[in-house]
Structures are given as C-alpha cells and as structure tokens.
C-alpha cells in the first residue's frame, strides 16, 4: 500500500486531519488500532471552541453540530455554597462555546469518511513506524481478521506520517529519547464520571464546583442526557460507587437550589480519570508530525483537550497544503513551534483551572485561604473573570502573533 500521509489513530485528531488534507486533495489512510464502535464507546469530551467548530465547518461535517449542539453564553461556579455566573459572551465581546459530544464529533468524522470512500484500517494490531528520520516513511501492522493476510505484516509506504494515537500511542513512543523532552505534571485525585439519560440541571451553562468535599462538574450532551463528575481519590473503583452514592455526593458539592433541581436517573456510563498535565517537544521528528494528545495531555477542567487536538490539525493540514500545494516546506518547518506556543497556553489554563478549583490534599491552611480569595477576587474582578473567559472560549489561532 502507498499513500502520501499515512495517519495513525482514529480519533477526533486523525479524522479531521484526513477530511482536511483529502479536501485539498492530499491523499490519506487511516490506520487504528481499535474497531470503530470501541472509538465511538469512549465518552470523553463536552466542549467544542468556535475555532474547534469553524474547522469541522471546513472539514464538511458542521451541520449536524450546528444544528444538535447547545450554545453557551456563560459558566457557574459554586463555592462556599453560592453559584456565581461569569457572562463569557458579555465578557469576550460575543463569543460563545458549543456543548457537543466528541463521540458525535467522532461519529460526524467517521460518516464523512466512510461517504468518500477513504480507507481506514481499523483493528490494526501491533503498529509500528519507521524510516520517519530518513526519506521512506513506513507504517506497518498486523491484521488477524483478514483471512486472506493470515497474520502477515501489513506494509504503507508514504512521504510523511501523522502520529494521532493518544496519549498511549506507538508514535511519540517510537521517537529515540535522546531527541524528545517531556513535560509532566500529574495531580493528586481523579474525575469520576457519569453519563445519564435525564435533563442536564443546567442547560445553559456548564457548572464548575468547588466545596468542602471537593471538585464537582455539572454537564451536558443534550437536553436529555447529562453528564456529572465529582473529584475523587485516585485510589477508588468504579464498583466502589454506586448510582445513589455518586447522585449524594454531587448533591452534597453544590448549591441548595441546583443540589434541590438536579434530576437523577440510572447511569449508561461510570469511569474515573486521572488528571495529568503533559507536553512533548518538539512535534515534529524527520517525516513524523504529532498532533493531539500523542503529544499533549491537559486535564479536562479548562475543556481544552479536544480544541488543541483541533487546532494543531488545523496547523499541520495548512503545512501539508503549503508542502504539496505551493511546494513550500516552511510550514512544515514552522508546525513545532506554532503548535507549542498554543499548546502551552491551554496547558497554563487548564492547570491554573484545576489549581483553582480542586481540593489538594496537602493544601490546608495558607493554601486552602489563598484559594477562597482567588474565588472571590475572579468573581467580583471584571479584570480577572475576563482573563477566564477569553480562555475558556479558546485564544484565537493567531493569538500573540
Ligand atoms: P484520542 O481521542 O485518544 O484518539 C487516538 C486514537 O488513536 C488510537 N491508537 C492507535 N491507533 C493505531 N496504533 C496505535 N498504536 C494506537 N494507539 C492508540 C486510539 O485507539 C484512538 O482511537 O486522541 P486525539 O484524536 O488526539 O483526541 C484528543 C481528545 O480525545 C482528548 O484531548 C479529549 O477527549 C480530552 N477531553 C476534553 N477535551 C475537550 O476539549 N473538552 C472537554 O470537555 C474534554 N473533556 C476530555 C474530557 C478527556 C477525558 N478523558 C477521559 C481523558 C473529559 C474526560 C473525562
Ligand atoms: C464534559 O462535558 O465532559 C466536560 C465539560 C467541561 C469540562 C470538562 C468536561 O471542563
């Protein structure tokens, strides 16, 4: 098999990619590890940026997000017992966010590629990549479903790969250690979080809670589907909670008047996830481009995780374009950093979000008192509850620049 960009993983970041590049005519397969309904299973993201929303506009799958998917003028916080409103949209000059599943996102993606007829191998086992440091970029795997392979290895020969697998994906790791610096942080507690099929109790806005007994997070997917997540130790099971222990908890972590409006049900979904800040330098090794969490993690409090994902692909397709369009390397050469610069900023919101509005558990006293203050002064400065928007919304592509 041959293509030009070979891209591995297919998620948000792999897919929009290929839809991007095959729109400018840049030839593309998909190669994933997993079957498409394990991808569409994982219950990840909420939140979708304008900048997220004007790609998959330019990718051809806008619609159904613009038609589905529930505007946000504002968020609440709630601590000490209160809920406090910061208007976003006021505050940022009409800006707005969009609550949207990425397994809808997914699900667009995947619909537009099948459509077109592109190819993406699913349920490719054991991949591997090499020849990115030299001219002859390969992707290889092996496909034990396809009778007539048998357990062959698979070969795609291309000009450059794409490593949009994950956080635990084989391209970052196949980079030689000597030539990548990492960045980490990794936070004392994780979310558990459920999904459930009752009315979000704030349909409008997404809440963020800070209490006593720690982080809590009212969401959404729909009018009719909810999704919750309440800060927990990283020691705890899923089994360890059940629906009713959860719907207390969360009930106990915000305020009388939401605790009282909230609609329980059974949950569809219950996961915990442990909160980690990572960044990986450069992006770019040779003829290997890393795009999404496969090179950065941040932890989901500021929603930024898929919006970077999204913004890196719209760096790395224009490079593609400029590369085999204008026969121009220089945004290629220029990919890293660009991205970075973005990257880092997300990684500063996410982890002043997170600092912000978790319980450590080492922090009492002086830190604990700081972190009331800063509630307060972000709630009643103009100043502050304005730098908290214009991130949230998500920093223009060309911020700074
Ligand atoms: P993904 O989604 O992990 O997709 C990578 C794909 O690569 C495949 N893969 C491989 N394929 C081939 N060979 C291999 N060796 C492979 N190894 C892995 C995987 O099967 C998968 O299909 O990465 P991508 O595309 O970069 O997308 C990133 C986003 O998924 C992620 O940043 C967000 O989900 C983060 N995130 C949030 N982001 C937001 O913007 N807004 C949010 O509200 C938000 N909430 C969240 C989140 C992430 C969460 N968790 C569980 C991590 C809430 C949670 C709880
Ligand atoms: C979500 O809906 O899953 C969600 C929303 C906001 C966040 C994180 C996750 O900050």
């Not at 299973?41 to 998959?56: M, N, S």
């Not at 479903?145 to 949009?164: D, M, P, W, Y």
């Not at 909160?275 to 969490?293: N, T, W």
Request: net charge negative; proline share 5%; with cysteine.
């Amino acid at each position: 098999m041959k293509t030009q960009v070979a891209i591995v993983g297919a998620g948000p970041a792999g897919l929009l990619l290929g839809q991007l590049l095959h729109q400018a005519g840049i030839d593309n397969i998909i190669i994933e590890r997993q079957s498409p309904d394990y991808v569409l299973g994982r219950i990840r993201a909420g939140i979708l940026e304008q900048v997220t929303l004007d790609l998959l506009a330019e990718a051809g799958v806008g619609e159904r997000v613009a038609r589905e998917g529930q505007v946000h003028h504002s968020i609440e916080l709630v601590f000490g017992g209160q809920r406090h409103a910061i208007d976003v949209h006021g505050l940022t000059g009409g800006k707005t966010v969009m609550a949207y599943g990425q397994t809808e996102v997914t699900r667009d993606l995947m619909t537009a590629r099948n459509a077109l007829g592109l190819t993406t191998v699913y349920e490719a086992q054991d991949v591997q990549i090499s020849g990115f440091e030299g001219t002859s970029p390969c992707v290889s795997w092996t496909q034990p479903n396809v009778a007539s392979a048998g357990s062959q290895r698979q070969e795609l020969q291309c000009e450059f790969i794409a490593g949009c697998d994950g956080f635990h994906g084989v391209c970052r790791a196949s980079v030689p250690e000597s030539a990548i610096s990492n960045f980490e942080k990794v936070y004392p507690f994780g979310w558990l979080g459920i999904l459930a099929d009752v009315p979000p109790v704030s349909p409008h806005a997404i809440v963020y809670g800070n209490s006593e007994q720690g982080f809590s997070l009212c969401s959404m997917r729909s009018l009719t589907r909810s999704r919750y997540y309440v800060q927990c130790p990283l020691t705890d099971t899923v089994d360890q909670w059940s629906d009713t222990r959860f719907w207390d908890e969360l009930r106990r972590r915000l305020d009388p008047e939401l605790a009282e409006r909230i609609v329980t049900g059974p949950s569809i979904e219950k996961s915990i996830a442990p909160l980690r800040s990572f960044v990986a330098e450069p992006m770019r090794f040779g003829r290997l481009f890393l795009a999404g969490d496969a090179a950065h993690i941040v932890p989901p409090t500021g929603a930024k995780g898929l919006n970077l994902a999204a913004s890196d692909v719209k760096f790395l397709s224009d490079a593609f374009k400029e590369h085999y369009l204008e026969r121009s390397c220089a945004g290629l050469d220029h990919y890293s950093q660009r991205a970075l610069r973005r990257v880092w900023k997300a990684e500063r919101f996410s982890w002043w979000l997170t600092s912000l509005l978790h319980r450590f558990p080492d922090t009492a006293g002086f830190g604990q008192r700081v972190q009331e203050a800063e509630l307060d002064y972000l709630v009643h400065s103009p100043a502050m509850s304005t730098s908290l928007a214009e991130n949230y919304v998500g920093l223009p592509l060309d911020f700074g620049v």
